[in-house]
C-alpha cells in the first residue's frame, strides 16, 4: 500500500484547463483571439465567492502548485511549503486558483502549443508577453470562473510582480496584494544575466531560429546554461558555501575538466533535469517579461504614483540574503507604498537561503506570512 | 605627424621572450620539458639588481601591462593606469618585469602553442597549470633574467593570488607582496560561475573536444557567453546601474529578442570583441587556475600557518563593491598575515566600480597604492 499523503497537504489534485474565446491585446499590440488555461484549484469557494486566492507563479512556475497530481508522485507542487490545510495558505479557509500564465509549457497557450489559426506549433511566434498582459488574462479567467474580487492575489519573484501589478491595473477586483521576493523592475545586472541565459539558448545550433521542434531538436545545451547560470542567482553565496564549500566529488582534484567541486555536479544536474521539464521559447519569453516588468513606466517613473490608485492592502516579504532582487528593492515598493497612503505590512527576514527563500519551509518566514494570510481571513469574516 | 604619447608612459615598448630549458614539474604530475616565455620589461634594472618588481596578470591578462607595440596603438597596456614614470609603479625607480602566464595565449607556451615533443599544436593537450606552477616557472624566469630577489610581487585578481604564492614558496625571493582585489581561495559561488563559463565553451559545437584549430574553427559563441558572464562579475550592480540604468538603446521596447537595453549591446559588444583576442583552452586553463587556487590546503586549511614562512611585507586591498572577491575575502588575507605576526598594511577603497576597480584611475586607490610603493623605494634607498 502506497504511503498516505501528508495531513497539511491538499493531496490528491486534478489538472483543469478551460478556453478563453474573448479576444486578448497584447502590450506588444499583437492579440490573441482565444487562449487555452491550464490551472488548479485548491480548496472550496465559499457562497459568496469571498474567500478566493489567485497564485501567481515565477519564471519556472506553473499551475501545479500544492498537492499530488497521482498517488505514485514523489514530488508535490511548487509552493507545498505553504498552500495546503494549516498553512499559510489555509486551504481550510481559502479557494485558491493558480493558472499557468500564457507562453508558459504547461498547458496553456504558449510556444509549444498550436496556433489555431494555422494549425502549426506557435513556436518563436508566440508573441512576447509582458507582467501586465498576463493580469489582463487573469482578469479574463477570474471572469470565467465568476470570481469578481479576489481576496488576494499572491506571489514571489516574477509572481510578486504580477500581484503587484493586480494592485495597480485593477483595484477594485482584489483586496489584499501579496509580494515576496520581489522588485518594482530589474536592475542592469539583473537584466544582463537574463541576456546571457537567452544568447546562451539563442545561440545554440539546436535552436533554428526558434524552430527546433520542427526539425524535432530541443536546444539542451542552451537551456542548461541558462538554467545553470538562474541557479546560481537563486541562491545566496553563504548557502552555496554551506551546501558546497569547496567539497570535491572525488576527494582529489583531477587536473582536467571533468567535475571536480561538488558544486559543479550539483550546477549539472540541476541544468540537465531542467531541460527534460521546460521550453526553451518559453524561458525567453519569461526572461523578457521580467525585464520589461516596470510599472513606474507609465507613472513617470514615480512608483508613488503607481500605486496612488491601488486600493488592496499589502504584504511586502523580502529575504536578506536574495542578491536576485535583494531587500531594497522590497523596501523601494513598501516605501512607495507608505507615501502613496497605502496600508502596507513589511518584512525582512534574515536567511541564508537567497531568492529561492520564498520556496521554502523557512519557520520564522512562514509563521509571519502565515500570521498575514490569518489576519486577512480575520478581517473578511472566513474565520 | 602622430600625437606623443602621454608624458607619463613608458611609451614605445619591445615584445621579448625567452626560453626556458629547464625541466618543470607541475602540479598534475606532468612536466613541461621546456618552454617558451613572452614578457616585457620598463624601467632600467639597476646595477645591484635591487629594483625588480614581477607584475602578474590576471585571467585574461597578459604580458603587455603597460606603453605601446606601436606608434598607431590606440590602447595602452592593461595597467598603464599604474604603471610608468610618476605612476604607482613608478619606473622611474622601478624595473619591471611582466612575463605572459604558460598556458597563456599570448605568446607563451601554452593551449595555442606548438608541443617541441610533436610538432603539433598543444591544443588541449597543454597540462592544467596552477598559481604554484606560474610561481614555479616564473622563479625559472627570475634565475634565467639574473634576479635573485624581486623588490616586489604585484597583482591584481588572479595576478594577488601569484603575489601571495611567491610570499608562500619563495620567501628569500622577494621583499614586498602586493595582492590587490583578491582571496585566499574560491568561494562556491565563484567556482560555479566558472563552472558554467567551461560549460558554455566545451558545449560549443566548435569546441572539438579543444581541438578546434585543427578543424579550423573556434568556440566563438561559447566563449562569447563565458566573457558576458565573467564581464557581469567585474561590474558591480551600482555601476552597471549608473552606467546603463534600464537606458533602452533604441528609445522603446521592441518584443522581440534583439537588443532592447543598453545593457545588453554592452555585454555582447564585450563577448564578441574577445573571443577575437582570446583563446579558448587558456580560457578554461585560466579559470580551472583560479578554482585550484587554495594554499592553505597545504597547511591544514590553516591560513595562519600558510603565511607563517613568509618573509615579505604586504600590501593587500580591496573595493568595496567588489563582489567577485569582496572585501571580506581581502581581510580574511589581511588577517590571517597579522596573526601570523607578518607586516601588512591594509586598504579598503569604498569605490562604485567592483571587482575591475583595480585597473581604473581611481584617485583615493591610486594615491594610496603610490604612497605604498613610494615607501617600498624609499625603504629600499631607491629615492
Not at 531538436?217 to 545553470?228: D, E
Not at 567539497?247 to 533535469?273: A, H, T
Not at 519569453?285 to 514615480?302: G, Q
Request: proline content about 5%; charged content about 20%; overall charge negative.
Amino acid at each position: 500500500m502506497l504511503d498516505p499523503f501528508p495531513v497539511n497537504s491538499v493531496g490528491l489534485v486534478a489538472p483543469q484547463s478551460l478556453v478563453i474565446d474573448t479576444e486578448i491585446s497584447l502590450e506588444s499590440g499583437k492579440k490573441l483571439q482565444s487562449y487555452e488555461i491550464a490551472y488548479e484549484t485548491y480548496g472550496q469557494l465559499n457562497a459568496d465567492k469571498s474567500n478566493a486566492i489567485l497564485v501567481c507563479h515565477a519564471l519556472s512556475g506553473h499551475q501545479h502548485a500544492a498537492g499530488y497530481h497521482t498517488r505514485e508522485d514523489k514530488k508535490a507542487g511548487w509552493w507545498e511549503t505553504c498552500i495546503g490545510p494549516d498553512k499559510p495558505i489555509d486551504t481550510n479557509h481559502f479557494f485558491v486558483v493558480c493558472p499557468n500564465n500564457i507562453g508558459g509549457c504547461h498547458g496553456s497557450s504558449g510556444p509549444s502549443s498550436i496556433n489555431p489559426k494555422n494549425n502549426r506549433l506557435y513556436g518563436p511566434d508566440f508573441p512576447v508577453v509582458t507582467v501586465k498582459d498576463w493580469v489582463k488574462s487573469q482578469a479574463q479567467i477570474s471572469d470565467a470562473l465568476g470570481i469578481d474580487q479576489w481576496l488576494a492575489v499572491v506571489g514571489g519573484s516574477l509572481g510578486g510582480m504580477q500581484a503587484l501589478q493586480w494592485a495597480i491595473d485593477y483595484p477594485d477586483r482584489l483586496k489584499y496584494s501579496v509580494a515576496l521576493a520581489a522588485a518594482p523592475k530589474l536592475s542592469a545586472q539583473n537584466i544582463a544575466f537574463n541576456e546571457v541565459a537567452r544568447q546562451a539558448i539563442m545561440s545554440d545550433p539546436d535552436f533554428f531560429d526558434g524552430h527546433y521542434a520542427e526539425h524535432d531538436k530541443t536546444p539542451r545545451q542552451g537551456l542548461m546554461l541558462a538554467r545553470m547560470l538562474g541557479h546560481i542567482t537563486y541562491l545566496s553565496d553563504d548557502m552555496m558555501r554551506d551546501k558546497f564549500g569547496r567539497e570535491l566529488r572525488e576527494g582529489k582534484l583531477n587536473f582536467g575538466f571533468d567535475v571536480d567541486f561538488q558544486v559543479e555536479s550539483y550546477l549539472r544536474y540541476q541544468g540537465r533535469s531542467f531541460v527534460d521539464k521546460f521550453d526553451a521559447n518559453t524561458y525567453l519569453l519569461m526572461t523578457k517579461a521580467l525585464d520589461y516588468f516596470d510599472p513606474a513606466a507609465d507613472y513617470n517613473d514615480s512608483l508613488i504614483s503607481t500605486f496612488q490608485q491601488a486600493r488592496a492592502k499589502f504584504f511586502i516579504a523580502s529575504f536578506s540574503s536574495d542578491w536576485r532582487f535583494p531587500p531594497e528593492r522590497s523596501r523601494e515598493i513598501a516605501n512607495a507604498l507608505l507615501y502613496a497612503g497605502k496600508e502596507v505590512t513589511y518584512a525582512e527576514f534574515e536567511v541564508a537561503e537567497g531568492h529561492d527563500a520564498f520556496l521554502l519551509p523557512i519557520e520564522k518566514y512562514i509563521n509571519t506570512f502565515h500570521a498575514y494570510m490569518k489576519r486577512i481571513a480575520s478581517e473578511s469574516e472566513l474565520i
